[in-house]
């Protein structure tokens, strides 16, 4: 009987769905399910547009009438760049700078240790691959759903590009069966790719129609237009993707594939095009300026009204409405239609009180019909900029921010909206003001969240150069309308200085013409600025240039590479302090750049590392000691009158100790808000001690020479780090060693290493951290021969740290060294969504949620245990979810990210789960039926209930108790979705409850 109901309720549905009628408006349907994958681009040719074979090898050479790709940091990014530019006929890269030359480039052998290749005709485009057309058999394609990355998939290698996270970049394809309803004729019907990264070819019904060269703006593909197109229940049309990721316009791990979501669109032939609704946010809140360019791409001629409505957020009381009469011709292209709306009662934007407003725009017939509507929040606000600084609302803001790179642990750059949201709210609670889009715009997701949390942006273009304005133009036509963004950069560092005039001015004019009521800037040295931006620069940088244009607003907008991790550099360096003080000139308009909030993939140093150390939280999103210099300067420390300082509850006096007592070397290390200080070591006060606010200080342990060793930690089979050799040629004699230095920690021997370094003894303190052998480098039969110990805890047991204000305690931190042996147990936590971090409580089943979840080893009492890695094993038990990836923060780990297994790295590892049931997104029937096949997400109709079921997910370890934990879900976007949650108050203590 179930059988048989659920097929009578197939057969309605089909129903339905066959006899759609589509309203003369937009639908917009989720098209990210149900991709054919194939890795690598055999048996196609190589990488670039045709295997790039007609090149011959210029290396060492000198060429003529060549000009600078700044972009291309590499040889052969610099050749593959060159290969895809028909009007490029001669490349050269020597010390990390790419020039191209055209057909009036000549070449002599010079000796000049550089790379450099050149053709005399160019080979057209290669237009048709095996994989393009409908009728290849793709069954045995790996069956996945995007957002995804795909260089994320591959496995760490020496060989491969260090900057770019050594890990091997390519080409791959990706291809998608789908239908269209017969209702649909004569619909304006596109394709919408938030972002494919690097370069797209897109084939429809296998016939190349578009390629897309820029890996960080979006594009369309219009699908109506195309013969081939079929329509019907038993259509079948096919979308095939060639994605060149073999090269990239950056020096830092930047992924590939359809790494953002794709919509299909349907509107009427007279509709909105694509971002072509500007709702001007700077605006005293009494009126605002409105436009919307309109097409038609019909066959006739249509008269139309264009409306616009401000409203409440959520479609509340209106605020002011205006309407404007327009007729189109199919041959006549789009025309923009301007208004201004006079305001009832509007609050201004800013950063302590993020109002938003809704703005609708509808186009209705001569009948009243309508034919597209778009609807869209913002906010209002008044900015202006000088010689002192940023306005907004005519207040004095000095920035306080982060720069930014888009990779995260066990999801690349495939990163969702709810893990967006956990990165804003802790921008914010450590009291930044701005969020700097380095060093490309980012997914339109993040923008929203950003709106919505009060944080001004800095939104940067990527690739620099003339031929490359057109980037400029979709960055700013896609954002103009949200009220954070107070400025557009034009470029980075060293791209920015080795162009000529004529691209300042191509820029300026690409931004100006779509939006004149923002400045223009850069982070380096260009023409046609209105705000000059300097990275790592000194004062005596900003002092030199306030002389010579003491009219020029000027910016710190890059800082503080300030290297740490939460297994060494627990101290708070002096350059935190050092770097930011520029920002603090009366001329400067604050540090918006710091580098970074959290750590990326890519710029390591060397190999064995694939991930950089310069976050203030590591890879998989845990605080580094480095965190709470931001949490008590910039929060605590920064008066709550002060209108560039967020509003973050909780924020009250600062006491910290940044010492782990499991590696404790014989002091410890802590940061206060105040200027007095108790430290408490095993309930001993150490006195009254007077520091400096906001900066580590430090003090040693008293304790006697210690009388016996008690190596209990095993520390054989693993590589541990920043050790120094010894002479001793015995494992034990190397054991006595470290056993007669009371500094030491940590012993290692290695008889392979005789034959290789003149030391096989290395001895180093407790606070060392060592790595399984998967992550070291180190070839696998040096590694396991490893042997060793490490004491692995502290002979102290607890630090107490008092921060005191007028002799009281007004804040305090305590820290407790883990037991000597175990048992050990795995600890777990939902850390997003969490309140905890300012993420909601519940994922909504929407087919893309994604939550974080960390697991941790503890003693009997709950403290962590850091020194030794544990394997760790997630599995989805039950419900709505699978593993998307795995991290732990280690900058040396070479563990498979898209997997489901990963180490511990200081005591915490992290899994990424996302949801596999869609019953929340729009039209979604439609998407059921456009959808020829599905992969993990499952998509339920409207007309039967969700599962509703909470995700159960299990966490083992060896040795340990498996542990579950229960992820919340929800079908109410309207209160639990990533942007419902930016818009109200967080109370975030994920930094406080932290304990690694």
């Keep these: 009987a179930e059988v048989h109901n659920m097929a009578m309720f197939a057969v309605v549905i089909t129903g339905i769905l066959l006899s759609f009628t589509p ?9 990210d399910y149900g991709w054919r994958f194939h890795r690598y681009d055999v048996p196609d040719g190589g990488p670039g547009p045709n295997s790039c074979s007609e090149f011959k090898n210029l290396d060492e050479a000198t060429c003529t009438n060549q000009y600078p790709n700044p972009n291309r940091f590499s040889a052969h990014d610099c050749f593959i760049a060159c290969c895809w530019n028909p009007e490029c006929f001669t490349w050269s890269q020597a010390n990390r700078h790419c020039y191209h030359g055209g057909n009036n480039s000549t070449c002599s052998y010079a000796k000049n240790g550089g790379a450099g290749g050149g053709r005399t005709t160019v080979t057209p485009v290669r237009t048709m691959y095996e994989f393009a057309p409908s009728s290849y058999d793709d069954s045995a394609w790996r069956l996945l759903d995007v957002p995804h990355d795909f260089v994320l998939e591959g496995n760490f290698s020496a060989t491969a590009d260090n900057h770019h996270g050594s890990l091997p970049r390519n080409v791959s394809w990706y291809r998608k069966h789908f239908s269209l309803p017969t209702a649909m004729q004569g619909q304006h019907i596109v394709l919408n790719f938030e972002g494919v990264f690097h370069v797209a070819q897109i084939f429809i019904n296998g016939a190349m129609v578009q390629t897309h060269t820029a890996g960080y703006t979006g594009f369309q593909v219009r699908l109506d237009n195309i013969s081939s197109i079929q329509y019907g229940s038993n259509s079948n049309n096919v979308i095939a993707m060639r994605v060149d990721a073999s090269f990239g316009s950056g020096h830092w791990y930047e992924g590939g594939g359809i790494y953002r979501p794709v919509q299909l669109i349907t509107t009427n032939p007279v509709h909105i095009v694509a971002d072509g609704v500007f709702a001007n946010p700077e605006s005293d809140a009494t009126a605002v300026s ?12 249509e008269d139309f009204q264009v409306e616009f409505t401000v409203s409440e957020e959520n479609g509340g009381s209106t605020i002011g409405q ?3 009469k327009g007729s189109l011709s199919p041959s006549s292209g789009s025309q923009v239609f301007p208004t201004k709306i006079m305001l009832s009662n509007a609050k201004k934007w800013s950063i302590k009180n993020p109002n938003l407003y809704q703005v609708s725009v509808v186009v209705k017939d001569g009948n009243g019909a309508i034919l597209d509507n778009v609807t ?26 982060f720069s930014h790179h ?16 956990f990165r804003a709210q802790t921008s914010k609670a450590v009291g930044a003001n701005v969020w700097r889009m380095s060093h490309n715009p980012y997914t339109p997701s993040l923008y929203d969240i950003l709106d919505r949390v009060g944080t001004v942006v800095w939104d940067e273009n990527r690739d620099y150069g003339f031929e490359y304005a057109f980037e400029m133009h979709e960055m700013v036509k896609r954002d103009r309308s949200h009220p954070g963004i107070i400025i557009w950069s034009f470029c980075n560092e060293y791209e920015c200085g080795s162009i000529g005039n004529i691209t300042g001015e191509a820029f300026r004019h690409a931004a100006k013409t779509l939006d004149p009521s923002r400045p223009v800037g850069a982070n380096g040295y260009t023409t046609n600025l209105d705000v000059q931006g300097a990275s790592h620069a000194g004062a005596q940088t900003f002092t030199k240039l306030h002389n010579e244009y003491p009219s020029l607003p000027l910016v710190l907008s890059e800082c503080c590479s300030c290297s740490s991790q939460r297994d060494s550099g627990r101290m708070l360096p002096d350059c935190i302090h050092e770097q930011n003080s520029p920002g603090l000139l009366p001329y400067v308009t604050g540090s918006l750049g710091v580098w970074t909030l959290f750590d990326y993939f890519g710029e ?24 709470w210099w931001y949490r008590t300067n910039w929060v605590t420390l920064t008066p709550e009158e002060d209108p560039g300082r967020p509003p973050v509850p909780g924020s009250g006096p600062v006491a910290r100790v940044l010492t782990l007592l499991e590696t404790a070397d014989g002091s410890i290390t802590g940061v206060s808000s105040t200027s007095t200080v108790e430290p408490l070591v095993d309930g001993t006060s150490y006195g009254i001690m007077n520091v400096t606010p906001g900066e580590s200080f430090s003090f040693k342990i008293k304790s006697s020479p210690r009388a016996s060793c008690n190596f209990t930690t095993n520390l054989s089979a693993v590589q541990c780090k920043d050790l120094t050799s010894h002479t001793a040629s015995t494992a034990t004699d190397c054991e006595k060693a470290c056993c007669d230095d009371d500094s030491c920690g940590i012993w290692q021997f290695n008889p392979k290493l005789e034959a290789q370094v003149p030391s096989m003894c290395w001895l180093g303190p407790a606070s060392s951290s060592c790595q399984p052998c998967s992550s070291s480098g180190e070839p696998p039969d040096v590694c396991m021969a490893w042997v060793g110990a490490g004491i692995g805890h502290s002979a102290v047991k607890q630090v107490t740290l008092n921060a005191m204000s007028s002799g009281k305690v007004v804040a305090t931190h305590t820290v407790k060294a883990p037991t000597p042996s175990g048992p050990y147990f795995l600890r777990g936590a939902v850390d997003v969504p969490s309140e905890s971090t300012g993420t909601g409580t519940a994922l909504v089943l929407d087919g893309h949620d994604c939550a974080l979840i960390g697991a941790s080893v503890v003693d009997a009492n709950g403290v962590v245990v850091t020194m030794q890695p544990v394997n760790v094993t997630f599995s989805v038990q039950s419900g709505p979810g699978r593993i998307l990836g795995v991290g732990n923060g280690d900058p040396y ?37 456009i959808d020829k096949e599905h992969s993990d997400v499952k998509v339920a109709s409207s007309f039967a209930p969700c599962s509703g079921e909470d995700i159960i997910v299990k966490m083992e370890a060896s040795g340990m108790q498996p542990l579950m934990v229960t992820i919340k879900t929800s079908t109410d976007i309207a209160m639990d979705g990533p942007l419902a949650v930016a818009t109200r108050a967080a109370n975030y203590t994920f930094m406080e409850e932290f304990d690694g």
């Design 322 to 324: 205006s309407s404007v």
């Design 893 to 929: 780990s070479h563990e498979y990210a898209p997997g489901s297994t990963c180490n511990t790295f200081v005591g915490f590892v992290r899994a990424v789960i996302r949801v596999t049931e869609d019953c929340t997104s729009e039209n979604r029937e439609l998407t059921s039926m």
């Design 406 to 421: 888009n990779s995260m642990s066990g999801t690349g750059v495939a990163v969702a909206p709810r893990i967006y949201l």
């Design 290 to 301: 409105i436009s919307a360019e309109v097409e038609n791409t019909g066959d006739h001629q």
């Design 23 to 31: 309203v003369n408006a937009r639908q917009t349907m989720v098209f």
């Design 604 to 627: 390591p140093g060397t190999w064995p590392k694939v991930s950089c150390s310069f976050g203030q939280f590591d890879l998989a999103g845990n605080p580094k000691p480095h965190s």
């Design 376 to 401: 869209f929040p913002i906010g209002f606000r008044q900015t202006h900029w000088n010689s002192s600084g940023f306005y907004l609302n005519n207040e004095l803001v000095k920035f306080r921010g």
